[in-house]
């Protein structure tokens, strides 16, 4: 109740009392009685305290004038009806009125405040301004208890004139927008508009009537509009004047940064910035609020493409992106030509590649160091001592597991410093199965080896012993990989995602790709995604929780189709995914965010494997698909 009649309430005008008095009077403005007219008004007394602090009030006395005259109210107050809060009293004395709260708790008002009614209240018959008065008893923790008056001036109208209220359209606009406000009221009275938009204050005679536009509002957070009405009654000296009130919420202009730029140097990132309409700025890769223009750097090169937006009080601007560019440091041919490179494994510390080619007659594995990019030693092995292409390194990086039929190619393998887990000496049940890919768990303590005929069997073995522990059979294969927790198995299969048990096999859920064929997958640090890199260049993005593909994001031309090759990498601020793109020579920078593609890294031949660096200094390995490693760093802005 108390916020419906607040806004065309009279309010006090002298006093000085703690808390705050107004009157809504109904119909307003007041009229006064006609001959034989049984017309009545209400009056809604609204106390409310906006002072922070608990006001005691002892009691409020309200008085009214009674008599005849224009500066009377009512020519008797006998028949006036009251309406109280339930724990206050009302003692009526003639035209006073004594409101006395029937606890203490009940007279401790705060922000809510209280309302009380008078009705049934026959207005005189003389046109003027009459006064209430407002004696109130009271105290708060700053000052006493003690008797405090105020009055509160209402008009007393002719009783034909009308006025209705002042509405406004629409109620909220944006900064410098515009409204229109509409009115009707009797034509024997003087009008007025008050109002400011926001540049300076406006008093505009109107008529009695609207509609009125008002443009260019900036006034932030509202314009208050305010309609007096002016009237001269010839028996008196002095003019009755009502008000309409009306409000509009001015949305604050919106934020934007209005420049954004980054520069380069020994391989960090410095930034300046401006804004305008802002409180502050906040930029990827950084945590802290920023000021709404300024310099921030040097900052390690965590990404490709910084963000920053600006801030207001509701609002935050669209982002502003500064984006840097990857360029070829350095490359080294790991495998001459003429071959086709597979994949490669990064060891965990990042100081290790391991490069798997064929080059016909032979599988070519190559351990490449990164500090310096060279290759410590290589191991061509016949074709025909190799069954299949499937290869994988251990967490560790001390183990590559590699499928071959004979012992002695485990023993070749120990000259490239790193022991052999050789499938053909491990039992195969089925036999001369083909193995397709294979993942170690987070801990390297198991291995999971996937095949490519029906009914497409998961072999789990203890790298330890390596013995089989379990095996189970899906719907399909492809890219694998373990959870973070070691409880879940996942493959990029032939259309659909298998989420399944890591202990039991057991399928969990399936939802759909957006290819038919996977090339590779890459999981996010926590495993809360999967980004699953498909060969008709769509690359598709699982929540492993809900079990859905939420995103399916077109990188370009399709891919080479299915190859053991992963393709897809994540960087090393894990908010943006790096896919190969084989058929137009490029990698596909994607946001891990708004999952949308924002650049490209031209390359001189097919990528067919990614991997990032793990120092302080972002590096991109690309394995090419003629054998070739390139080395790239971000040089500068785009």
């Given at each position: 109740?108390?916020?419906?009649?607040?806004?065309?309430?009279?309010?006090?005008?002298?006093?000085?009392?703690?808390?705050?008095?107004?009157?809504?009077?109904?119909?307003?403005?007041?009229?006064?009685?006609?001959?034989?007219?049984?017309?009545?008004?209400?009056?809604?007394?609204?106390?409310?305290?906006?002072?922070?602090?608990?006001?005691?009030?002892?009691?409020?006395?309200?008085?009214?004038?009674?008599?005849?005259?224009?500066?009377?109210?009512?020519?008797?107050?006998?028949?006036?009806?009251?309406?109280?809060?339930?724990?206050?009293?009302?003692?009526?004395?003639?035209?006073?009125?004594?409101?006395?709260?029937?606890?203490?708790?009940?007279?401790?008002?705060?922000?809510?405040?209280?309302?009380?009614?008078?009705?049934?209240?026959?207005?005189?018959?003389?046109?003027?301004?009459?006064?209430?008065?407002?004696?109130?008893?009271?105290?708060?923790?700053?000052?006493?208890?003690?008797?405090?008056?105020?009055?509160?001036?209402?008009?007393?109208?002719?009783?034909?004139?009308?006025?209705?209220?002042?509405?406004?359209?629409?109620?909220?606009?944006?900064?410098?927008?515009?409204?229109?406000?509409?009115?009707?009221?009797?034509?024997?009275?003087?009008?007025?508009?008050?109002?400011?938009?926001?540049?300076?204050?406006?008093?505009?005679?109107?008529?009695?009537?609207?509609?009125?536009?008002?443009?260019?509002?900036?006034?932030?957070?509202?314009?208050?509009?305010?309609?007096?009405?002016?009237?001269?009654?010839?028996?008196?000296?002095?003019?009755?004047?009502?008000?309409?009130?009306?409000?509009?919420?001015?949305?604050?202009?919106?934020?934007?940064?209005?420049?954004?730029?980054?520069?380069?140097?020994?391989?960090?990132?410095?930034?300046?910035?401006?804004?305008?309409?802002?409180?502050?700025?906040?930029?990827?890769?950084?945590?802290?609020?920023?000021?709404?223009?300024?310099?921030?750097?040097?900052?390690?090169?965590?990404?490709?493409?910084?963000?920053?937006?600006?801030?207001?009080?509701?609002?935050?601007?669209?982002?502003?992106?500064?984006?840097?560019?990857?360029?070829?440091?350095?490359?080294?041919?790991?495998?001459?030509?003429?071959?086709?490179?597979?994949?490669?494994?990064?060891?965990?510390?990042?100081?290790?590649?391991?490069?798997?080619?064929?080059?016909?007659p032979d599988l070519v594995v190559a351990v490449v160091d990164t500090e310096p990019l060279t290759v410590r030693n290589s191991l061509a092995i016949p074709s025909s001592d190799v069954y299949g292409s499937v290869t994988a390194l251990s967490p560790d990086g001390k183990s590559l597991l590699i499928n071959a039929f004979l012992k002695n190619v485990s023993s070749a393998l120990a000259t490239l410093l790193i022991p052999a887990i050789v499938l053909d000496l491990v039992e195969i049940d089925p036999p001369n199965f083909d193995p397709d890919t294979a993942a170690f768990s987070p801990d390297g303590q198991k291995l999971f080896v996937t095949y490519s005929q029906p009914p497409f069997p998961t072999r789990v073995l203890n790298t330890a012993?390596?013995?089989?522990?379990?095996?189970?059979?899906?719907?399909?294969?492809?890219?694998?990989?373990?959870?973070?927790?070691?409880?879940?198995?996942?493959?990029?299969?032939?259309?659909?995602?298998?989420?399944?048990?890591?202990?039991?096999?057991?399928?969990?859920?399936?939802?759909?790709?957006?290819?038919?064929?996977?090339?590779?997958?890459?999981?996010?640090?926590?495993?809360?995604?999967?980004?699953?890199?498909?060969?008709?260049?769509?690359?598709?993005?699982?929540?492993?929780?809900?079990?859905?593909?939420?995103?399916?994001?077109?990188?370009?031309?399709?891919?080479?189709?299915?190859?053991?090759?992963?393709?897809?990498?994540?960087?090393?601020?894990?908010?943006?995914?790096?896919?190969?793109?084989?058929?137009?020579?490029?990698?596909?920078?994607?946001?891990?965010?708004?999952?949308?593609?924002?650049?490209?890294?031209?390359?001189?031949?097919?990528?067919?494997?990614?991997?990032?660096?793990?120092?302080?200094?972002?590096?991109?390995?690309?394995?090419?698909?003629?054998?070739?490693?390139?080395?790239?760093?971000?040089?500068?802005?785009?």
């Open positions: 109740m108390l916020k419906l009649h607040q806004r065309d309430a009279v309010p006090m005008q002298t006093g000085t009392t703690l808390l705050d008095y107004s009157i809504h009077p109904e119909p307003n403005p007041l009229q006064a009685s006609a001959e034989g007219a049984t017309d009545v008004a209400t009056l809604t007394l609204i106390v409310s305290n906006g002072s922070g602090s608990i006001v005691t009030c002892t009691s409020i006395t309200v008085s009214i004038l009674v008599g005849t005259y224009a500066k009377d109210l009512v020519a008797s107050a006998s028949g006036i009806t009251t309406e109280k809060p339930d724990d206050w009293s009302i003692a009526q004395s003639g035209g006073t009125f004594t409101l006395t709260p029937n606890t203490q708790e009940a007279g401790q008002i705060g922000p809510d405040g209280v309302t009380f009614t008078f009705g049934d209240v026959t207005i005189n018959s003389e046109v003027g301004t009459t006064s209430v008065t407002i004696d109130e008893l009271a105290s708060s923790p700053s000052n006493p208890l003690q008797d405090r008056p105020g009055t509160i001036p209402l008009a007393k109208f002719p009783p034909q004139f009308t006025l209705s209220d002042l509405s406004v359209d629409p109620t909220e606009v944006g900064s410098g927008g515009s409204v229109t406000l509409y009115w009707e009221g009797s034509p024997t009275g003087a009008y007025s508009l008050k109002f400011n938009p926001g540049s300076c204050a406006q008093n505009i005679p109107v008529g009695n009537k609207g509609p009125y536009p008002a443009a260019d509002l900036t006034n932030d957070p509202v314009v208050v509009f305010t309609l007096v009405v002016t009237y001269m009654d010839e028996a008196q000296d002095q003019p009755v004047i009502a008000q309409k009130t009306a409000f509009v919420t001015v949305d604050p202009p919106p934020p934007a940064v209005t420049s954004f730029n980054a520069t380069v140097h020994d391989q960090q990132a410095s930034f300046t910035w401006s804004s305008q309409n802002a409180l502050s700025c906040s930029m990827s890769a950084w945590p802290n609020l920023l000021n709404q223009s300024g310099t921030l750097g040097p900052l390690a090169i965590d990404r490709m493409r910084f963000s920053m937006v600006a801030n207001a009080s509701k609002l935050s601007s669209a982002p502003a992106n500064a984006d840097l560019a990857f360029s070829i440091v350095t490359q080294l041919t790991v495998v001459p030509s003429p071959c086709q490179a597979w994949r490669f494994h990064r060891s965990s510390d990042g100081s290790m590649l391991v490069v798997v080619a064929n080059s016909e012993t390596l013995q089989q522990e379990t095996s189970f059979n899906l719907p399909s294969f492809g890219p694998c990989a373990v959870s973070p927790d070691g409880t879940r198995f996942y493959v990029a299969g032939d259309k659909a995602f298998i989420i399944a048990d890591a202990a039991s096999g057991t399928i969990l859920g399936q939802p759909a790709l957006g290819s038919e064929i996977s090339n590779g997958l890459a999981m996010n640090a926590p495993g809360t995604l999967v980004f699953v890199n498909g060969g008709n260049g769509i690359v598709s993005v699982v929540d492993t929780a809900a079990m859905q593909v939420i995103q399916q994001i077109p990188t370009g031309s399709a891919g080479a189709g299915k190859s053991t090759a992963n393709g897809i990498a994540i960087g090393p601020s894990g908010g943006e995914v790096y896919v190969a793109d084989p058929a137009s020579n490029f990698v596909i920078a994607i946001d891990a965010t708004t999952f949308s593609v924002i650049g490209k890294i031209a390359l001189p031949e097919s990528p067919v494997d990614l991997a990032f660096g793990t120092g302080s200094i972002m590096q991109l390995y690309v394995l090419g698909l003629s054998g070739t490693i390139y080395l790239l760093e971000v040089t500068g802005p785009v």
